[in-house]
Nanobody, 125 residues
Framework: QVQLVESGGGLVQAGGSLRLSCTASGRTPSRYAMAWFRQAPGKEREFVAA????????NYADSVKGRFIISRDNARNMVFLQMSNLKPEDTAVYYCADRTYSGGGYAAPLLYNSWGQGTHVTVSS
């Protein structure tokens, strides 16, 4: 079983930046990709960004392209989300997720095997 722990959330003013981190521990089978999702109050969980674990290929939601960067550290089993030019609509709980198989794209939550508990990000206007 893989455990994922997020950190780095907080309160920031619009236009500011935050860096989220996610550490994976426990029994780690062959990992295909890791991703960040977010869920705002009253809304469904939505895809933010994903990165191929061996390829490093990245994918982003249109709403964050040009503002967020996902990266990984394979040696430390970590994934990061650098968020810049934050907007109030970025306010949400951010979740880290990983998956062990390919196929089916990258944006659907059902593709991911393990999830962290989430870290809160609040962007004030």
């Amino acid at each position: 079983q893989v455990q994922l722990v997020e950190s780095g959330g907080g309160l920031v003013q619009a236009g500011g930046s935050l860096r989220l981190s996610c550490t994976a521990s426990g029994r780690t089978p062959s990992r295909y990709a890791m991703a960040w999702f977010r869920q705002a109050p009253g809304k469904e969980r939505e895809f933010v960004a994903a990165i191929g674990w061996t390829t490093g290929i990245t994918n982003y939601a249109d709403s964050v392209k040009g503002r967020f960067i996902i990266s990984r550290d394979n040696a430390r089993n970590m994934v990061f989300l650098q968020m810049s030019n934050l907007k109030p609509e970025d306010t949400a709980v951010y979740y880290c997720a990983d998956r062990t198989y390919s196929g089916g794209g990258y944006a659907a939550p059902l593709l991911y095997n393990s999830w962290g508990q989430g870290t809160h990000v609040t962007v004030s206007s």
